[in-house]
Each structure stands twice: as C-alpha cells, then as structure tokens.
C-alpha cells in the first residue's frame, strides 16, 4: 500500500495542511501571481468546506482540488474577459448616455453572473436568451439575426430557462433534503 | 420575488419544463390573450407550478440590471465580444475544467464516475456536432471522417501514429493511407487499429461501443486485459472494455447516416424514434401500443417533421406536437 493512502477519511484540515502549499505553488505556475494564487487556494479550500468530499489518497484529493482550482481560475479569466468587453463598450459611448460609475458597476456584476450562468450553453443559445430576456427582442427578430428558424429560438430560449432554473433550484435546496 | 413556499420540494422536472416553455412562449411575441389565459390557468393549477414560475422569476431579476443602460443591447453585446474571444482562447482542457469548476454546475460525484468523463468532455472535444447537425470533414492525412449529430472526438496526431479518441455519438471513418502511422480510434472500450479502411464507430447508451468495418479490416483491442481480434469488411461487432460480442453482418444502416439518411430494415418504431432523438433536442415519447410496429423503409434524418409525416402516411399512428418541443406518437384512432 503507498504512503499517500488515507487511513481513514481526513478532515478538511488535515486536507488543508497536507495540500494546500502543493495547491498555491501550482496555482501560481497557472496564474503568474503569488497574491491571486494565495487567494484562489483560499477560495478552493473555502468550497471543500462548503461541500466535503471523502477521498481515499493524495493524488485523489489533489484531482479534486486541481479541478475546483482550475475552475476558480477560469472563472477569474472570464470575469476578467467580461469586464474588458464592458469597459471597451462604455468607452465608445457619447457622455451623456453612459451610466453613473454605479451603474456601471452593477451591470458589471450583472454580465458576469449571466455569463457564469450561460456558459455551458451552445453559444447560440445563449445568445438567443440573452437577446430575448435582456433586450426583449421577439422570436422573429432572433430568428433574423441568429440565422435560425424562430422555432429554433423558441427551443433555444426554452433550454436555456430551464438550464438557470436547475442552477438556480440547485443552489438553493440542498442535495438529500426532502420535506414528505 | 415570489418566495418559495417553505416545506416544499423542488418542483418537478415537469413542472420546470412547463415553466420554461410558458417562458419562451409569453416573450416570443407571438402569445396571443388565449395563450395568457391558458399560462394564467397552468399558474393557478398548484403550488408546484407557482413554485416553478417563481425560479422563471428568479431568473429573469438577474437580467434586470442591464436595463440600467440606456441600450440593454450594449450590455448584451459586450457578452458576446467577450464570449467570442474566451471561445478563441478555450482549449480541451480549459473547457473542461469550466464545466466542473463553478461547483453548482457539476459534482465531484459525477466527475468522479469514469462514464461521465467522455460526455462532459465532448462538449470541449477538436471536432464535435450539436444536436441535429451533421458534418464531414478532412484530416491533415487525408483521412475522411463523418460526425453524426451530438457526437464528438480528439484527434491527435504523432509522428509515429494516428490517434483518434471518440468521445460521444458516432463517426464514420475512412482512413488514408500512410505506412508509417497506424490509424488508431480509442474510446472506452479500447482501441480500434485500421487496416486500410472504411468502418463506423458509435457509442451507444447501454455502454459499449459498436464497430461497423465497410472495407479492409479493424482490429480491437479491449480495453481491459488488452485481448484482440480482426473484425473484417461486412462485418459488425459490439464491445465493451471486458468482452466483445458476437459478429454480424454489418448493417448498411449504420453507414446510411453519413449521407443524410435513417435507413430502417426491420426495425420498431421505438427504435426509430430513438434514432431519430439523437438528431433533435425535446422529447419524443411512443406509445407502448404502437412502439413495436415494423418500420421499412428510408428516411431523412434533417428532417424530423417529415419523417413524422412519412410515418404517420406509412403506419397506423397519429404524431401530435402539443408543444415545439415536444412529441407524441400515438395510435391512430378512426
């Protein structure tokens, strides 16, 4: 049997302490940053917190943390890339129509919660819910400009919907309840 | 923001599926005031329709920001400049780890289960088709491959060998000769080695992968206890990791699709339907009277509405679309 075999199923502490500097090295090869990288690790361990897992070995428990880290990331590169769209919008627009810094600030918050929650969707999915629950362009309209029928956007807008309703049901009822 | 009642459980897959498609409906901007009654209706019918409207609701507040700007459609397309340049940027990998990373999307519980791993990577697979869609394409060597809708695989190619890794759906291959790369298709099962041919790989819901060899000759390789055997040309075999099963004649059906078509011989119409589920999003359900009747014939596999209607001409069945999304398939009554 090797030595990274777990015993038994350890705390998150012990998790912590036995990968967490392996967890912040790795981060910062990924991210170039020391500082985002102490904060990544933070926010996996934070997650294994929230959702324990049981894990059997090392390397098990480090497939784990390197899938959440990795996630982490992206999610800081989109974010990030979300936040460059915005601010190149705001920059082209006449004065008098841009946003107070507040507001800006809040559609920000807004597009990238939207983009987190869209992203497993084909692009033309999400786009079509977008223009339909964003802008309330009718079927007809998407239809035009996604160069798809406008029962395809129906059935786009249909998916979609459903695909945030489970996310969001998800986050909120916690798995294994149930109430007779 | 209606809050959901205490006490109660999440409200069914129905009950969100009606939800969203009310949703659809009532923003398509072609609801008409009986539409509204009928939605208004389906809201009053339960607490588990209310409880399903309440996340339409829900969902529809996180958009409510953008109105904030004096063209939402700016915002809106900020997403897109963004998205369109993460897409540029995304790798296997990368896309990977996006699926599995924001922790409400998927568990670890599911990663962890190897059955899953192919399915979630195909939607980040080198070449991959979405429901409905088919495509043909050509590789660096010359090697041409057909991808049935919703399927999806990673090529790689060596200096010393061709590699391709099927990760869901099906693909019809044929291989262009290089003496000094092996062509090789892997997928759970194990590895298929090409000698000189033309042969269809599909992997199929029970969990196995089935191999169809048009020309020349395929060998498998399981993927567990690595034991293999040639399957040669007109001949068709299903395998999983431990064990293949016995060889039939190949069916001429399993190389129809790449030309566009359903070619049925013999088969329910269960199974049609089944076949041509993978070609559309939604749901089509058969009725158990009707889903053992024999079906003959070809049909077009981009085209469900016709084949529904070619069928309906063809057997003794009534096909109903109460909903764009969704299908039934009846026995006809007189």
Not at chain 1, 42 to 54: A, E, G, K, N
Not at chain 1, 85 to 97: G, K, M, N, S
Not at chain 2, 33 to 38: L, P, V, Y
Not at chain 2, 131 to 154: C, K, M, N, P
Request: aromatic residues 8%; hydrophobic residues 45%.
């Amino acid at each position: 049997m090797s030595t990274s075999e777990y015993a038994s199923p350890p705390s998150v502490e012990f998790l912590y302490h036995d990968n967490h500097n392996w967890l912040q090295s790795w981060l910062r090869r990924r991210l170039g940053c020391a500082a985002e990288a102490a904060d990544l690790a933070h926010d996996t361990f934070v997650r294994l917190l929230r959702s324990p897992q049981r894990f059997d070995s090392q390397p098990e428990a480090r497939a784990y943390l390197r899938v959440v880290a990795n996630g982490l990331c992206i999610d800081l590169w989109r974010h990030r890339e979300v936040e460059r769209a915005w601010l190149d919008t705001l920059a082209v627009l006449p004065e008098a129509q841009t946003p107070s810094p507040e507001d800006q600030h809040i559609v920000l918050q807004a597009l990238q919660e939207i983009d987190t929650m869209l992203r497993s969707l084909s692009p033309k999915a999400a786009r079509a819910f977008v223009l339909s629950t964003a802008c309330g362009m009718t079927h007809q309209e998407i239809a035009g400009e996604l160069g798809v029928s406008s029962r395809t956007v129906g059935t786009y807008i249909t998916q979609a919907m459903l695909h945030c309703m489970r996310l969001e049901a998800d986050s909120q009822v916690p798995h294994g309840t149930s109430e007779p | 923001m209606n809050p959901i009642p205490p006490g109660l459980r999440a409200p069914s897959h129905e009950a969100m599926e009606q939800a969203a498609s009310w949703f659809s409906l009532l923003q398509s901007g072609n609801a008409t005031n009986a539409d509204r009654a009928r939605w208004q209706t389906w809201l009053a019918s339960g607490a588990e329709s209310q409880a399903a409207w309440a996340f339409v609701e829900r969902v529809s507040l996180r958009f409510q920001p953008l109105q904030a700007v004096p063209a939402p459609r700016l915002a809106a397309d900020a997403l897109q400049a963004a998205n369109q340049r993460l897409a540029r940027r995304r790798t296997l990998l990368f896309g990977f780890a996006a699926m599995a990373g924001s922790g409400s999307l998927l568990g670890w519980a599911v990663w962890r289960q190897a059955g899953w791993v192919d399915p979630l990577l195909a939607h980040f697979a080198d070449h991959h088709t979405g429901i409905g869609e088919r495509r043909d394409l050509v590789l660096a060597d010359g090697t041409q491959v057909w991808l049935a809708s919703a399927s999806a695989f990673d090529q790689d190619y060596r200096a010393d060998l061709r590699r391709l890794r099927l990760r869901s759906g099906e693909i019809l291959i044929q291989t262009a000769v290089d003496r000094e790369r092996p062509f090789v298709v892997d997928t759970a099962h194990g590895r298929l080695r090409a000698l000189g041919t033309r042969f269809n790989v599909r992997l199929d819901e029970a969990g196995g992968t089935q191999l169809a060899v048009y020309e020349g000759a395929v060998e498998i390789t399981l993927a567990h206890g690595g034991q293999s055997t040639v399957v040669a040309a007109g001949k068709q075999v299903r395998f999983t990791a431990d064990r293949w099963e016995e060889t039939t004649a190949a069916d001429p059906a399993r190389e129809a699709w790449s030309r566009g078509i359903l070619l049925a011989q013999d088969m329910s119409l269960a199974q049609v339907v089944a076949e041509l589920g993978r070609y559309r999003r939604g749901h089509i359900a058969v009725a158990p009277e009707v889903a053992g009747l024999t079906v003959l014939g070809s049909y077009p596999l981009d085209d469900l509405n016709g084949t529904l209607a070619m069928l309906q001409q063809a057997l003794p069945i009534q096909v109903r679309q109460p909903l764009p999304w969704w299908t039934t398939i009846e026995a006809r009554t007189r």
